[in-house]
T-cell receptor, first 116, second 112 residues
Framework: DTGVSQDPRHKITKRGQNVTFRCDPI?????LYWYRQTLGQGPEFLTY????????KSRLLSDRFSAERPKGSFSTLEIQRTEQGDSAMYLC??????????????FGPGTRLTVL | DQQVKQNSPSLRVQEGRISILNCDYT??????FLWYKKYPAEGPTFLIS?????DKNEDGRFTVFLNKSAKHLSLHIVPSQPGDSAVYFC???????????FGKGTRLSVIA
């Protein structure tokens, strides 16, 4: 049973560079979520997809952030012109949403981003 | 404005005793609640959930209690084991169908 996977696990970049993270959800899951977690805080919602459709974006998600899920399977999160404030753990979660089930989300190991 | 609050940043419990972690929420629209456990450098691991139509849900050593009138839920771990030492997050959603809103977490330390 493969869970949610994320790549890379760690990324160190210089301010102003672009970075891209990948998330592979649990195979039969139709929903995919991105969260961000900083020290001492709980995860904060960024955006989510149902299949390939992006259904909601948080106001935390500035114009420098973009996410895609082109074929309803894996997803990418890109941050352009990174800033030091972008340093955080980026978490991906997936779930199977159906008419008869509630949305229990299962998380990947996260990508830790450090912007120097 | 924090909609989900975990007011105890940390909790120390002796091995074999009961651990009780608390969570309060302010949004009366929340109707599905989850607890996650997180080890350092890992993603949150789902532990147990409860729907607002219930007031208790049990899974092995873990029991979650929901008091809707008080907008309060708690996670009981009995008996506590050293491997339970981690940060525990409470999370909530509306209709079990919206992005999760998390508390800030409680760090549980189980002492042998």
């Amino acid at each position: 049973d493969t869970g949610v996977s994320q790549d890379p696990r760690h990324k160190i970049t210089k301010r102003g560079q672009n970075v891209t993270f990948r998330c592979d959800p649990i195979s039969e899951h139709n929903r995919l979520y991105w969260y961000r977690q900083t020290l001492g805080q709980g995860p904060e919602f960024l955006t989510y997809f149902q299949n390939e459709a992006q259904l909601e974006k948080s106001r935390l998600l500035s114009d420098r952030f973009s996410a895609e899920r082109p074929k309803g399977s894996f997803s990418t999160l890109e941050i352009q012109r990174t800033e030091q404030g972008d340093s955080a753990m980026y978490l991906c979660a997936s779930s199977l949403r159906s008419a008869s089930s509630t949305d229990t989300q299962y998380f990947g190991p996260g990508t830790r981003l450090t912007v120097l | 404005d924090q909609q989900v609050k975990q007011n105890s940043p940390s909790l120390r419990v002796q091995e074999g005793r009961i651990s009780i972690l608390n969570c309060d929420y302010t949004n009366s629209m929340f109707d599905y609640f989850l607890w996650y456990k997180k080890y350092p450098a890992e993603g949150p691991t789902f532990l147990i959930s409860i729907s607002s139509i219930k007031d208790k849900n049990e899974d092995g050593r873990f029991t979650v209690f929901l008091n809707k009138s008080a907008k309060h839920l708690s996670l009981h771990i009995v008996p506590s084991q050293p491997g339970d030492s981690a940060v525990y997050f409470c999370a909530a959603s509306v209709l079990g169908n919206t992005p999760l809103v998390f508390g800030k977490g409680t760090r549980l330390s189980v002492i042998a």
